[in-house]
Structure formats: structure tokens, C-alpha cells
T-cell receptor, first 116, second 111 residues
Framework: GAVVSQHPSWVICKSGTSVKIECRSL??????MFWYRQFPKQSLMLMAT?????????EQGVEKDKFLINHASLTLSTLTVTSAHPEDSSFYIC????????????FGNGTRLTVT | GENVEQHPSTLSVQEGDSAVIKCTYS??????FPWYKQELGKGPQLIID?????GEKKDQRIAVTLNKTAKHFSLHITETQPEDSAVYFC??????????FGTGTSLTVIP
């Protein structure tokens, strides 16, 4: 099955710095990737959809300038949290879309971001 | 928009007992319903799914039922084991290859 690799699995950074999270599709090509944010004991919240070769599509209420998304190739999408603040601390998860109709998302293993 | 409700939010069962988690959805266009298991600090993993042309599907100790008329679908875990302890999410398909997720059920299996 499709494998999505996400790195790092956890990161601690200081306020004001930027953090990059990578999401790679290992055995398939993905023209889009979904980025989610998950607060403790809550469900997944879709933040944005990255599109290979074009701009990402952000969900309402998500700051484009804070959460920079780039989809540089058919196997790599990145999320950069810029000028991080403690309230950005969260669990971030990427996923590749289904490879055909009525099939599941393929999730990465998530990144725990802690901003001190 | 689509709304997926999931109950209960927490569930504790004795090892060997069964666990049932229920979800309802509102969009009649949804035609695919996966269930995910998420362990602490990890991404969600697909455990079973069901398509709208099927009423029930079983995979060893896990089964899912779907009632399209009532817009209900449920996850059934039999002979629960401590390693079944995790958060479980239901989901319903949405336009654009996306999904709407339930709010999650934290399952604890007591040895």
C-alpha cells in the first residue's frame, strides 16, 4: 500500500523561529497532499491542501503567511510554521489523497511541535 | 456542510468484552466510510472501511455496519485486547477526495 513518510516526528523550537515539516510519498506520486492539525483529544482539522506546481489551498481561518506550504515535487510537500508561538504547539499530520474513488487517505505519522 | 457525529467520546471495557462505536452523517452523497485507529503520538491508521453498496463487513475481530437509510455506521470490536486501546475515528467521504472526521472515541481495554 501507499506509504507516506513524515519528518520530523517531534520538534521543539523557541518562539519566533520557523520550523519545517516534510511529507514524502515513498512509493507513489502525489499531486496533492492534505495537511491537518490536531489538538489534544480532538479530531483532525484540515488546514490546507498542497498542489504540486501551484499554490496551496487554505481552509477558512488558516493564516497563509504563518503556515507556508510548498509542494515542490510529486513526492514532497512541506509545511513551514513561521515565527512560531506557543499557541502553534500541536500535532500536525499530512496525508495523501485516495488513489481511487472510495478508498482511504494515507496518513503520515505526524509531527509533534512544541514551541517554548 | 457535512457533519459526522461520533459516540461515545470515551469507552472503557474489560478485556474480552465487545466495544461498539457509532457514527452518524448528514450528507447523503457520502458513499465511503473508513475507520481509523490512532495510537498516542502517531498518525491515524486505517483498520476497516465500508462502501455504500454494502451493509456489513468483517475482518477477524473487527466489523463495520452501515445503514444508509438512517445514515448510521458503527464499528464493532469483539474479544477486545489491551492493544486495542487507542483513539478511533470514523470518517465519511466528501467532495474533492476529502473526508469529514468524527470527533473520536478513546477506547480503554482494561486487562
Amino acid at each position: 500500500g501507499a506509504v507516506v513518510s513524515q519528518h520530523p516526528s517531534w520538534v521543539i523550537c523557541k518562539s519566533g523561529t520557523s520550523v519545517k515539516i516534510e511529507c514524502r510519498s515513498l512509493d507513489f506520486q502525489a499531486t496533492t497532499m492534505f495537511w491537518y492539525r490536531q489538538f489534544p483529544k480532538q479530531s483532525l482539522m484540515l488546514m490546507a491542501t498542497s498542489n504540486e506546481g501551484s499554490k496551496a489551498t487554505y481552509e477558512q481561518g488558516v493564516e497563509k503567511d504563518k503556515f507556508l506550504i510548498n509542494h515542490a515535487s510529486l513526492t514532497l510537500s512541506t509545511l513551514t510554521v513561521t515565527s512560531a508561538h506557543p499557541e502553534d504547539s500541536s500535532f500536525y499530520i499530512c496525508s495523501a489523497p485516495p488513489d481511487r474513488e472510495r478508498s482511504p487517505l494515507h496518513f503520515g505519522n505526524g509531527t509533534r511541535l512544541t514551541v517554548t | 456542510g457535512e457533519n459526522v457525529e461520533q459516540h461515545p467520546s470515551t469507552l472503557s471495557v474489560q478485556e474480552g468484552d465487545s466495544a461498539v462505536i457509532k457514527c452518524t452523517y448528514s450528507d447523503s452523497a457520502s458513499n465511503y466510510f473508513p475507520w481509523y485507529k490512532q495510537e498516542l503520538g502517531k498518525g491515524p491508521q486505517l483498520i476497516i472501511d465500508i462502501r455504500s453498496n454494502v451493509g456489513e463487513k468483517k475482518d477477524q475481530r473487527i466489523a463495520v455496519t452501515l445503514n444508509k437509510t438512517a445514515k448510521h455506521f458503527s464499528l464493532h470490536i469483539t474479544e477486545t485486547q489491551p492493544e486495542d486501546s487507542a483513539v478511533y475515528f470514523c470518517a465519511a467521504s466528501a467532495p474533492g477526495n476529502q473526508f469529514y472526521f468524527g470527533t473520536g472515541t478513546s477506547l480503554t481495554v482494561i486487562p
